[in-house]
């Protein structure tokens, strides 16, 4: 219970400061989470601070897209600037995520991973063709959206930018900023004199 508290303290610490912690599985809760530590952000920093920016950490191998892609919604349509910084691992959804900062950044150990969604064909083995494809249309959309933030965000056309989202590898924070995924890099390892 005492690890708990400790952690609630730290996270409303990392609040009230403007911080945002995005960590692990991304599902339904953390984006309900989000978005309502968002709301209050812009709030406070709206008035308090005169537009001062939100900067939000991420650390997380993905998850679920759907929840994913409300977490893009509200950085996206945050008045207030937002500032992801991606000090491990920006996998997946969280990658898809990073894009909607309006300043996108890697430590120079992190590393980014695009794919394209995964659906649970277990859930359609028993339904009709129809179905399946009323089923998947939501997904389907949703993978649209995704191949168009990845093609605007790095430059690519969207044809360019499926390509590489199929091609499922992990790119380095220089990768990245090669290709356009991120605006900097922060170095940390002393270059060689």
């Known amino acids: 219970m005492e690890v708990i508290a400790k952690e609630d303290k730290i996270r409303n610490d990392l609040l009230n400061s403007g911080i945002l912690y995005l960590h692990g599985k991304i599902d339904d809760r953390m984006a309900s989470d989000f978005g309502k530590a968002m709301i209050w952000l812009n709030n406070k ?13 991420i650390d997380s191998y993905g998850g679920a897209i759907h929840a994913a892609m409300s977490i893009y919604d509200m950085i996206y349509c945050s008045p207030v600037p937002v500032t992801g910084i991606v000090y491990r691992q920006a ?3 969280a990658a ?5 900062c309006h300043e996108r950044v890697a430590m120079q150990n992190a590393d980014l991973l695009f794919h394209p969604c995964i659906f649970d064909m277990v859930e359609f083995h028993h339904i009709d063709e129809e179905e399946m494809k009323s ?3 939501l ?4 993978e649209n959206s995704i191949k168009r933030i990845v093609a605007v965000r790095s430059g690519k056309s969207e044809e360019d930018a499926w390509a590489f989202i199929k091609e499922e590898r992990y790119i380095s924070a220089e990768e990245a900023l090669a290709l356009g995924f991120v605006d900097r890099v922060i170095y940390s390892i002393p270059e060689k004199s």
């Open 45 to 57: 920093r709206w008035h308090e601070y005169h537009r001062k920016e939100i900067v939000l950490y």
């Open 91 to 93: 996998y997946s959804a």
């Open 96 to 100: 898809v995520i990073l894009q909607a």
């Open 135 to 137: 089923s998947l249309r």
């Open 139 to 142: 997904p389907r959309e949703r």
